[in-house]
């Protein structure tokens, strides 16, 4: 054996070695960034081939921010300067995270892990792939962890869900920009019931305006011909897992879209996957599986609105 491949054998043992942790391709910025800059200019460019004249005017004056710093959600933004749509790094790399470890899960259980890593990512700002994360969750995420690495295929679904995770939030964010949303204001203080009851009102305003940006979204996919697209957004709308009191659990989570600026993510999933299906079903006959599952999901969010609304006339003090 030649100097030359004893090396590559001592090399390739190095590499290897178990336990060692390799940073994952995804963990790079530049790999993510580059990301968001393809699948968006794509977009764009169908855009420009395939929409009304309203929307290729209002995509062209768009410009792109993929910020490395803020939050962790899209945002759009007008100001004298022109319109932005912001997808920051922070969302890629937690939207390409989601979709790999949720590759790897069959039980409740993981599915809790894959929550857990969701929060802490928001909570800190992480950005390292679920595989380290899974090196120091503890035992309960044993199982999960030893799921990986990913084969190709799985690594080619994950990076397929990214993609169909910025296009819908650029559309969204489009949808924004598109109907002219503005902030809505919110009283400076609760202490007063006037004051209460006009939060409430604007906090409802600002959900509606969320549906309305989903929407456009939906319909938009519809439109350049990829209505399905819709269907692998799934690392968007992770739910909490079930508690101990599962009944209460949801309760609540259902009940604080009161007070949320963004809706229960379960109902927005409902509604985006109803319209989904009418534009699906324009088509051809969708899978009679998928159908059931969306109409599962729709009756489910009917009767859980049903519950937030009576909820609502009880506690609320307008
Ligand atoms: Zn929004």
């Known amino acids: 054996m030649t100097t030359r491949a004893l090396l590559l054998v001592a090399l390739a043992a190095v590499v290897a070695k178990p336990g060692m942790c390799q940073q994952h391709r995804w963990e790079a910025q530049a790999a993510r960034t580059e990301a968001v800059n393809s699948t968006v200019a794509l977009l764009r460019a169908d855009l420009q081939a395939k929409s009304p004249a309203t929307v290729r005017k209002l995509d062209a004056s768009i410009m792109l921010d993929v910020s490395v710093s803020g939050g962790n959600v899209p945002r759009s933004r007008r100001t004298f300067s022109g319109r932005t ?14 979709a790999r470890a949720l590759r790897t899960a069959r039980r409740a259980e993981d599915y809790t892990c894959i929550y857990q890593y969701k929060q802490h990512m928001d909570r800190t700002g992480s950005t390292v792939g679920p595989e380290t994360y899974l090196e120091r969750a503890g035992t309960q995420c044993a199982e999960l962890k030893s799921r990986f690495p990913l084969g190709p295929v799985s690594e080619r679904i994950a990076e397929q869900e990214l993609i169909s995770t910025i296009a819908f939030a650029y559309l969204h964010e489009l949808g924004h920009q598109y109907h002219e949303h503005l902030p809505v204001q919110l009283p400076p203080d609760v202490s007063s019931k006037e004051n209460q009851c006009s939060f409430l009102r604007g906090m409802a305003v600002r959900r509606q305006l969320e549906y309305e940006a989903d929407q456009f979204a939906v319909d938009t996919l519809d439109a ?16 909490a897992p079930p508690s101990a009191a599962p009944n209460l659990v949801a309760l609540d989570q259902m009940l604080s879209e009161r007070i949320a600026e963004h809706p229960f993510s379960a109902f927005r999933w409902a509604r985006i996957l109803d319209r989904t299906l009418v534009n699906l079903s324009k088509r051809s006959t969708p899978d009679p599986a998928l159908r059931d599952i969306i109409e599962q999901l729709k009756d489910w969010e009917a009767r859980a609105r049903e519950m937030v609304a009576e909820s609502d006339q009880s506690l609320s003090p307008c």
Request: no cysteine; proline share 13%.
């Open 85 to 98: 749509i912001e997808i920051p790094d922070l969302f890629i790399a937690t939207s390409i995270n989601l």
């Open 224 to 239: 350049l011909g990829r209505p399905e697209l819709v269907l692998a957004t799934s690392p968007l709308w992770i739910p």
